[in-house]
């Protein structure tokens, strides 16, 4: 849900901890790392950010009980969150950066670049100053 990842996010953001996002949904997948100790790095809410009128109730989310997921994506998703999570914990290599997506049908990946919002709510600018 939303709003889960929202609140690890804004708890990942305000301890200054990495986070390893992935998300699978019938023959699509994303990853994403989200680094707070990276002035470059956006958080989860740059990516999505909260709808003004949103009242956290889901509605408008896919669930994978309606829409299906293809069982071996979740796992790919997680090997590759788990190697993420290695390299941050390890310092190996080099880190993620942005947005990857997965196509399970093509079997492709594609990379964006997803720069930080400076007026996000969570890590732009008045929320650093806040902290």
């Known amino acids: 849900r939303f709003a889960s990842r929202y609140a690890i996010n804004r708890a990942c953001v305000e301890v200054g901890r990495p986070l390893v996002s992935g998300a699978a949904i019938r023959f699509s997948g994303q990853l994403a790392v989200f680094d707070p100790r ?14 003004a009128d949103d009242d956290d109730d889901g509605d408008d989310e896919l669930r994978c009980a309606e829409n299906g997921v293809i069982g071996p994506l979740v796992g790919l998703i997680g090997c590759f969150q788990a190697l993420e ?28 670049n997803v720069p930080r919002d400076p007026d996000c709510p969570v890590c732009g600018v008045s929320a650093r100053a806040a902290r």
């Open 85 to 112: 999570a290695i390299k941050l914990l390890s310092g190996a290599g080099r880190p993620h950066r942005g947005l990857s997506t997965f196509d399970g049908l093509d079997g492709e990946w594609r990379r964006f």
């Open 38 to 51: 990276d002035p470059q790095s956006p958080c989860y809410a740059c990516l999505y950010p909260p709808a």
